[in-house]
T-cell receptor
Framework: GAGVSQSPSNKVTEKGKDVELRCDPISGHTALYWYRQSLGQGLEFLIYFQGNSAPDKSGLPSDRFSAERTGGSVSTLTIQRTQQEDSAVYLC????????????FGPGTRLTVL | GDSVTQMEGPVTLSEEAFLTINCTYTATGYPSLFWYVQYPGEGLQLLLKATKADDKGSNKGFEATYRKETTSFHLEKGSVQVSDSAVYFCALNENTGNQFYFGTGTSLTVIP
């Protein structure tokens, strides 16, 4: 079956512009996670959704970052007024109900802010 | 707070060599521990996991034992292959499902 997909795969933007990153989880997966992977760094947790709700937003690095999930499926991560330090690979993962310990990762979106 | 520390790479080994990648953790509770692998050009995928102390996770010839006394979850393989070349990430979750803590990753290259 189809895995987690993310779009775009690469995004180059200018400092100060807004960007939207999309994640399509595996159909039926109730939990969805966003991570950021910066060069030389591990995966940094950003936000977690259970259904359409985000009970844990503690990882969002600033108020320029926001995320939403609609219909218990697609999620969008929005970064406003991008900065160069936002350059990273943004990863999305999903997991089925009751199986939070098994995450399925997408290929990521590589964001470059010039 | 919770954290994971893994040995820095990159690691380069000859085929059939023994592999150890060290991972230690800090947690407030009794977490589950994981190893994820990222092959070149692919997304992360779960390699193995252990949910309680003294459990051993294993998959594809890789093993890791959950050591509560040393707060460690070292990854081992007795004989690596070229196809094992990848980046390996250690991770933990406090069994809440909410947040995973990942290490910085260790790049492994196996040469023929």
């Amino acid at each position: 079956g189809a895995g987690v997909s993310q779009s775009p795969s690469n995004k180059v933007t200018e400092k100060g512009k807004d960007v939207e990153l999309r994640c399509d989880p595996i159909s039926g997966h109730t939990a969805l996670y966003w991570y950021r992977q910066s060069l030389g760094q591990g995966l940094e947790f950003l936000i977690y959704f259970q259904g359409n709700s985000a009970p844990d937003k503690s990882g969002l690095p600033s108020d320029r970052f926001s995320a939403e999930r609609t219909g218990g499926s697609v999620s969008t991560l929005t970064i406003q007024r991008t900065q160069q330090e936002d350059s990273a690979v943004y990863l999305c993962a999903s997991s089925p109900s009751g199986r939070w310990d098994t995450q399925y990762f997408g290929p990521g979106t590589r964001l470059t802010v010039l | 707070g919770d954290s994971v520390t893994q040995m820095e790479g990159p690691v380069t080994l000859s085929e059939e060599a023994f592999l150890t990648i060290n991972c230690t953790y800090t947690a407030t509770g009794y977490p589950s521990l994981f190893w994820y692998v990222q092959y070149p050009g692919e997304g992360l995928q779960l390699l193995l996991k252990a949910t309680k102390a003294d459990d051993k996770g294993s998959n594809k010839g890789f093993e890791a034992t959950y050591r509560k006394e040393t707060t460690s979850f070292h990854l081992e393989k007795g004989s690596v292959q070229v196809s094992d070349s990848a980046v390996y990430f250690c991770a933990l979750n406090e069994n809440t499902g909410n947040q995973f803590y990942f290490g910085t990753g260790t790049s492994l290259t196996v040469i023929p």
